[in-house]
């Protein structure tokens, strides 16, 4: 029998991992008989990071496989492994979705995976969803917060995904840098033979790869290829103080997130992309840009902040330019719905044109007006006349056309972060992640 498990909400601040949490159910289902065949890698699935009531991290995993023995003592023992795991890394019960699936339903719950990628999912959908399966999904440990991550993370069709190799540490004693070799794990991503990417930032000189916080986890390595996640593990020669690891198909770094939406559709709490006129643009204190677009369907404020690295592209567009911006949309006190953005494209530029005032004929100096309908002056030679106009003049613009999106270090976990897109060309590389006009 085909049986998913999805987990989410197992972490807390004060310790544990929902990874960490299936790295130990895994390892306690193969050891105890229960699998007989494995159909994919266990997933680690990121959701709607603008949801205020998310989990810790908004991440949720799930994993497929054949059950080999009776599946009436599968449910115990799993939640009595995730129970285990809570009391050992004082995690809160209440918070955390276990869901388990039999059979092929989980293909049921694609549109479950989408909307709590893009939206918001009420539990009580959930309740509808147990209700109407009929026995093919259960919620052992209850309709918790989590319960909408664990379903949606069975749910996930793996169409557009990359990979991550999470290390996890035996002793929280050791600081994560005096395991890892911080000279080698900069340089990881250089060698293509690897094809990981945002292990550090080059951009700002800071490693990506070492998570901050209490969890379990001493490093996660992000590729395209498993196989080259292990040959950068055995590279960088992690040993000591190491429980184990384990590699997740992810959407990390898929931007599949990026649904087209009209701006009456941009509500807080959702995710998307919109497409529009420049209608204004306003550089704040601290670096970041505010700019409003308008797309035909009403306006939209949307800010460009300074962390992604993309202000100073959002603080050369002028009005009339026509962009893409995709991201997600919080909600702002006094304000409203606002668009966080995290990846923005130049569709056209608008010609600049700017008045510029003549030159005097007989020094060469640019003239100055003499007041309202009184001409010109020259204020080095005293030259002045009333026949002289200004003229027009089109100004160059420092932008073009094409796709800009964050460096690693800005880059969110469904966010497409730089090293895979080409930038001089704005043509994406050919990796798994396809290309990006499949995202809109």
């Not at 250089?190 to 986890?217: K, M, Q």
């Not at 196989?227 to 690891?245: C, F, P, Q, T």
């Amino acid at each position: 029998m085909k049986v998913s498990i999805g987990i989410d909400g197992a972490d807390s601040p004060r310790g544990g991992c929902t990874t960490h949490t299936l790295y130990r159910l895994f390892k306690e289902l193969v050891k105890e008989g229960y699998v007989e065949r494995v159909l994919d890698y266990p997933y680690l699935v990121r959701l709607n990071p603008s949801v205020p009531f998310k989990t810790r991290g908004n991440g949720a995993v799930a994993l497929k496989f054949e059950l080999r023995k009776d599946p009436g003592d599968l449910v115990p023992f799993v939640v009595g492994v995730v129970e285990k795991y809570l009391r050992e890394f004082s995690g809160n019960v209440d918070d955390v979705g276990l869901a388990i699936v039999y059979g092929d339903y989980d293909r049921e719950l694609s549109h479950i995976y989408y909307e709590a990628l893009t939206d918001y999912v009420h539990r009580s959908r959930i309740e509808g969803l147990v209700e109407g399966s009929n026995g093919r999904l259960a919620l052992p440990m209850g309709l918790s917060r989590g319960c909408v991550g664990a379903i949606a993370a069975i749910g996930w069709s793996a169409s557009k995904f990359t990979y991550e190799l999470l290390v996890y540490r035996s002793s929280y004693l050791t600081p994560r840098e005096a395991l890892v070799d911080l000279g080698k794990l900069a340089s990881v991503d250089l060698n293509p033979r690897y094809r990981t990417f945002c292990s550090f930032d080059p951009e700002v000189g800071r490693v990506v790869a070492i998570p901050r916080g209490p969890d379990p986890v001493i490093l996660g390595l992000r590729g395209l290829d498993p196989g080259g996640l292990i040959e950068a593990l055995e590279y960088l020669g992690i040993s000591k103080y190491v429980e184990g690891w384990i590699i997740f198909k992810t959407n990390q770094a898929t931007g599949e997130h990026y649904v087209p939406r009209a701006s009456r559709d941009m509500k807080p709490f959702r995710t998307g992309c919109i497409a529009g006129e420049v209608t204004s643009v306003r550089s704040v204190v601290g670096g970041d840009v505010e700019l409003k677009v308008d797309d035909g369907f009403g306006s939209l404020v949307a800010y460009v902040f300074k962390e992604t690295g993309l202000s100073k592209v959002a603080r050369s567009l002028v009005r009339g330019d026509v962009v893409r911006l995709c991201g997600t949309v919080k909600y702002w006190e006094g304000v409203g719905g606002v668009l966080h953005v995290e990846l923005l494209e130049v569709i056209d530029i608008a010609e600049l044109h700017v008045k510029r005032n003549p030159r005097c004929p007989s020094c060469g100096a640019r003239l100055k007006s003499a007041g309202r309908d009184k001409g010109f002056k020259c204020v080095k030679c005293g030259y002045k006349t009333k026949e002289l106009k200004p003229s027009i003049q089109l100004v160059g613009r420092d932008i073009s056309r094409g796709f800009y999106v964050p460096s690693c270090g800005g880059a969110k976990h469904l966010t497409i972060p730089r090293p895979l897109v080409d930038i001089d060309t704005h043509v994406p590389v050919q990796t798994l992640v396809g290309r990006i006009s499949d995202f809109y």
